[in-house]
């Protein structure tokens, strides 16, 4: 921070702002434009204020203060443009006001925390435009909301003759809304693609699950394309996503709560964010169903669900260390779960580099494993999955990974032991079930496999490798009888098996797995008998 030797307070309002020095006290006003603007840098010099020496401070009033903060910012001076309320908290008990005090108590207020205080700049001019046309969509999509409920109700009770005639002319204006907000959308896409880096922001944001182009948007402007927060726990305090204590001494206990100061337009889209995240995501859904039998509220949950989002897949692009180009090349890959095999030579000492600024995230280790198994490279991968489960042992997605590459490499012991414990953990998890049968009946436990496989069955009738895996545990225990009884049930559900073992090669090409390899010989005898 600089040592400055006055600080300037600025009142703000639409057509002029008044401005006092902090340490004498003059009072000057000046008109809100680029003339006034001239003026105000005249009467700075005059009082011996330079932009090594001054800190300018005035309050954040939209559009008001839009013009000013890009003029001081242009021309070099130091500012701060601070929250309102902040600002008049830190005054204490007052009576009455006037544009000079008020421009007095800012100044005031720049002083006492000029070692404390963050600097302030304009979001670029491109941010500006989007801010705009942001604003023009969210205005048309309201209006598109208000039509369409009009309509509904034109329908369910209004005059059959009238509402007709109404409707037809709502709907005409609605679908010239809609091309309107398209066309806006379409403006959006074009200027971010204009700027590289907002560009790999915008992308990155969209691969998160749950993430689309309106909270995207949203994120890239209320953060400034993330460089405004100096970390991701301030943004979720200003989303108002951190719940906060309520206790004081033995009497006072209340519960934690989420704090009403907060941006409601960011935590409504985060809210639903965490609702359509937690339909595809199977940790985010495995983590709502265990805290919601532990008794947990329900949207309580919800609101943890987007808490561990920020943490988990957002906190990269808010740490301004954290975000080199390696970052976005990395993570962006395969929407956030590893490497596509054709750019894993490229992306693999990048993601390195991940790893080494952020090495006790498991969820890291857990899709750099995933690339490692896709490249077959088997020990590396167990390597990784192991390192996560150390980080994070309760989640059944690692030691599911983990069993999975032990029975490749043809570790029974170690594959049987983290599928149990993925199954303890998630008992309803058919594919777990269906690939600890197959474990079983490597080591010719056929009787524990044909088990499994029923389970898996129970959990989703429709499972094609458990139905299989069923067929040849039964054809091992010398029961044909039921093991064509489910090579019938295979033929039902893929039309293309009735072609013999032909078809069911066409099958493993449409779905692979490898634990149909060694069976070959099997099939094709099963095949020859059966069909």
Known sequence: MKNYSNSIGIDISKYYFDAVLYHSGEHARFDNDQKGYAGFI???????????????CFENTGYFSMQISFFLFENGYDYVQEHPLQIKRSIGFRRGKSDKTDAMDI??????????????????????????????????????????????GFNVVGCKDVSKVACKALKSVLGTLEKQIAKLEAEVEDLISQDEQLSKTFELCRSVKGVGFVLSLELILHTQNFTCFDGWRKFAAYCGTVPYPYQSGTSVKG????????????????????????????????????????????????????????????????????????????????????????????????????????????YFYYRRANAELKQMHYYSAIIDYKIGIKLNPKNPYFLKGLGYVCQVVKDYETAISSYNQSVEIDPE????????????????????????????????????????????????????LKSKAYLELAKEQKIHLKDGFAGFEKYKEEHWSNLFVEYNSTLIKMFEEFM
């Not at 005249?42 to 300018?56: F, M, S």
């Open 429 to 480: 998890d058919s594919t777990i079930l269906c690939n600890l049968g197959y474990c079983y009946m490597d080591i010719n436990d056929f009787s524990n496999a044909i088990n499994l496989f029923l389970r898996s069955l129970q959990i989703e009738p429709n499972k094609m490798s458990s139905i299989i895996g069923a067929t040849l545990g039964f054809y091992f225990q010398f029961d044909k």
């Open 107 to 152: 100044a005031r207020y720049g002083w006492l925390n000029r070692e404390s205080i963050r600097l302030s700049k304009p979001p670029s001019r491109l941010l500006l435009k989007l801010q705009q046309i942001k604003s023009a969509r969210e205005l048309l999509v309201r209006q598109t909301v208000a039509i369409k409920n009009q309509i509904q």
């Open 255 to 362: 519960k934690s709560r989420v704090h009403p100061a907060s941006d409601k337009r960011m935590k409504s889209l985060l809210t639903m964010a965490s609702i359509s995240a937690l339909r595809v995501d199977p940790e985010l859904k495995l983590y709502y169903k265990r805290r919601v039998d532990e008794g947990k509220p329900k949207m309580s949950v919800i609101n943890n669900d987007w808490f561990r989002l920020t943490k988990d897949y957002i906190v990269e692009l808010l740490e301004p260390s954290n975000y080199p180009s390696y970052l976005g090349m990395a993570l962006i890959s395969q929407k956030l779960k590893g490497f596509v095999e054709e750019n894993y030579s490229i992306n693999k000492p990048n993601f390195e580099k991940v790893i080494d600024h952020l090495p006790a995230n498991p």
């Open 42 to 56: 005249k009467w700075l010099l005059k009082h011996g204020c330079n932009t090594g020496n001054v800190l300018i």
